[in-house]
């Protein structure tokens, strides 16, 4: 018998061959990005980095999708939590796989509205809408309220508000549940790194070794 998959959907690999090829120009917008904050980055909020961001994909890479897309077989989570969808690029992979388990939902939260935009476009057009619900804002007042557990969590947004993401998810966190952050290599991801690689905060974390490194934190 043939076994398939939703990654394997026609829509579902166009939208994300096409996605990831508009990445491959990520280096190009990054660069109209600096012009629009000649001073950098680091003076400036989260909402007016990500409209100064708002062309540029930063996705995770397709090996880490498809690691993302197994976990969510694995664990069959009732509700997933992501922290920056951008483009939706890792949404997809995320809500492939809840189709796929046949239960299940993503929450996801983005700044950018012309991102967001996009995203909603790209998830209707995939069929994954209905298991999908973005939530338009900042992540520390949209996932504020969450009104259930976060089953598995991918927490890819600003790397500096990984941990107050964290620490606000972590009432809602079950033992055993993974949270995972992408970039390992960055800088502004050290501090949530040393949290969850000190076992006194409770997690037991590893990095997997998938194209710029995610972290796979367990709850203990
Ligand atoms: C690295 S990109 C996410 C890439 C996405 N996960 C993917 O694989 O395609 C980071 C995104 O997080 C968003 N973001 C940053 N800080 C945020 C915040 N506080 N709340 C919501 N979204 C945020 C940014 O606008 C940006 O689009």
Redesign the pocket.
């Known amino acids: 018998m043939t076994r398939t998959h939703t990654l394997a959907d026609p829509r579902v690999e166009a939208a994300l061959s096409q ?1 990831f090829a508009r990445a491959a120009h990520d280096a190009d917008a990054a660069a109209l990005a600096r012009e629009k904050l000649p001073e950098g980055f680091a003076p400036t909020t ?1 909402q007016e ?2 409209d100064a ?1 708002a062309e ?5 890479s397709a090996a880490g ?1 498809q690691l993302l897309y197994n976990l969510v077989r694995a664990v069959r989570p009732s509700t997933v939590v ?10 997809l992979y995320l809500a492939a796989g809840v189709r796929d388990n046949g239960t299940g939902r993503v929450i996801t ?4 509205r012309t ?1 967001i935009a996009a995203a909603r476009r790209t998830f209707a057009e995939t069929g994954l809408d209905d298991v999908i619900t973005v939530l338009e ?4 007042h ?1 996932l504020r309220d969450l009104d259930t557990p976060a089953d598995l969590v ?1 927490l ?3 790397k500096d ?1 990984c941990l107050p ?1 964290l620490h606000l998810l972590e009432p809602r966190l079950e033992p055993g549940t993974l949270v995972i952050a ?2 390992v290599d960055l800088d502004s991801l050290r501090p949530y790194l040393s949290y969850v690689r000190d076992p006194a905060n409770g997690y037991q974390s590893v990095t997997f070794p998938v194209e710029d490194g995610m972290e796979i934190s367990c709850r203990l």
């Open positions: 996605m989260p980095q990500s961001a540029i994909y930063m996705p995770i999708g992501e922290f920056g969808t951008s483009f939706g690029i890792s949404t939260t983005e700044l950018s991102k804002g900042d992540a520390r949209t991918l890819d947004g600003w508000l993401v992408d970039d």
